[in-house]
């Protein structure tokens, strides 16, 4: 098992920056390829940004590249998600993952969740 605890959500007017962190605990966190997800209301959950195990590969969607940096500190069992030039539409809540294979884009290869935290970019 591992668990996952999100922080550094807030609100932020559009072009600003946040960033947010990801906390695992439980099994070694190098063993898992880690996630990002957002899910704003009435929308489907949807991929942000992946990272694999020791980080050399990761993954972004076409809406956030060249915008948001994943990255993970596996010596603090932490993983990152820093945001830069945040737009209206990035308001939803984001979601840490953990999958125990190789990092990919599918939610449902994600065996871990964290319950989530609230980004609100105001106009």
């Known amino acids: 098992q591992v668990q996952l605890v999100e922080s550094g959500g807030g609100l932020v007017q559009a072009g600003g920056s946040l960033r947010l962190s990801c906390a695992a605990s439980g099994r070694t966190f190098s063993n898992y390829a880690a996630g990002w997800f957002r899910q704003a209301p009435g929308k489907e959950r949807e991929f942000v940004a992946g990272?694999?195990?020791?980080?050399?590969?990761?993954l972004y969607a076409d809406s956030v590249k060249g915008r948001f940096t994943i990255s993970r500190d596996n010596a603090k069992n932490t993983v990152s998600l820093q945001m830069n030039s945040l737009k209206p539409e990035d308001t939803a809540i984001y979601y840490c993952?953990?999958?125990?294979?190789?990092?990919?884009?599918?939610?449902?290869?994600?065996?871990?969740w964290g319950q989530g935290t609230q980004v609100t970019v105001s106009s």
């Open positions: 993952a953990a999958n125990v294979g190789v990092v990919v884009t599918s939610r449902y290869a994600y065996n871990y």
């Open positions: 990272i694999s195990r020791n980080g050399g590969t990761t």
